[in-house]
């Protein structure tokens, strides 16, 4: 498996251990809109067969397309399709999130998934290498019943290995104050 990114070890537990040290006492009062436009490295990863089927295991999504290649030519793919949300792993695998943290300084206790939208343009399937390439969209708060919140866009770029661009991952990130 390639994994360009920063940690050589991604296991869930390491991922979460690591994140769990961008735990900020002092988090800014209110979020600072010079990050937007921020970019942040490049990542890959290698889109196998294993990883598919095991992600469709974890979110126990059985459908035959994930696990089954001969149930997936028959449904006029090449192979393997990767579930819609799969993009999720190539960002936490490549050590992105810990990095945005720490340079956000964001406190993950505070932290809420705030929203997720994939935008495909071409299949990712096993054998791709995809790039991904975030920028912090747009940043603002909000103010409601339960106080203000800041709210982080991001949007990642994906290229497969011949540089085409395959999807825009678009999420939002709700720090609690």
Same mark, same amino acid.
């Given at each position: ?10 296991? %869930?537990? +390491?991922?979460? *251990?690591?994140?769990?040290?961008? @735990?900020?006492?002092? %988090? &800014? ?11 942040? &490295? *490049? =990542?890959? =990863? ?7 089927? #095991?992600?469709?295991? $974890?979110?126990?999504?059985? /459908? &035959?397309?994930?696990? +089954? #290649?001969? $149930?997936?030519?028959? $449904?006029? =793919? *090449?192979?393997?399709?990767? &579930?819609?949300?799969?993009p999720t792993v190539f960002a936490m695998a490549g050590g992105l999130m810990e990095v945005m943290l720490g340079d956000l300084k964001l406190d993950l206790a505070k932290i809420l998934h705030g929203g997720q939208q994939y935008e495909y343009f071409k299949p990712i399937k096993p054998g791709d290498t %995809? ?5 912090? $969209?747009?940043? =603002?708060?909000? @103010? ?5 919140? +800041? ?10 290995? /011949?540089?085409?661009?395959?999807? %825009? ?9």
């Amino acid at each position: 498996m390639i994994w360009k990114g920063i940690y050589a070890s991604n296991s %869930v537990a +390491d991922i979460y *251990e690591r994140m769990m040290r961008y @735990s900020y006492k002092e %988090v &800014p009062k209110m979020v600072d809109k010079s990050i937007i436009g921020r970019e942040y &490295p *490049e =990542f890959t =990863f290698e889109v196998e067969k294993g990883k598919i089927r #095991e992600f469709a295991r $974890a979110i126990g999504d059985k /459908n &035959p397309l994930y696990y +089954d #290649e001969k $149930a997936a030519k028959e $449904a006029g =793919f *090449e192979g393997l399709v990767i &579930p819609p949300s799969f993009p999720t792993v190539f960002a936490m695998a490549g050590g992105l999130m810990e990095v945005m943290l720490g340079d956000l300084k964001l406190d993950l206790a505070k932290i809420l998934h705030g929203g997720q939208q994939y935008e495909y343009f071409k299949p990712i399937k096993p054998g791709d290498t %995809v790039t991904g390439k975030v920028r912090i $969209a747009n940043a =603002f708060e909000k @103010s409601g019943k339960a106080g203000t919140m +800041d709210f982080i866009v991001m949007e990642t770029t994906y290229t497969n290995q /011949n540089g085409e661009k395959v999807l %825009v991952d678009t999420s939002t990130m709700i720090q609690r104050r």
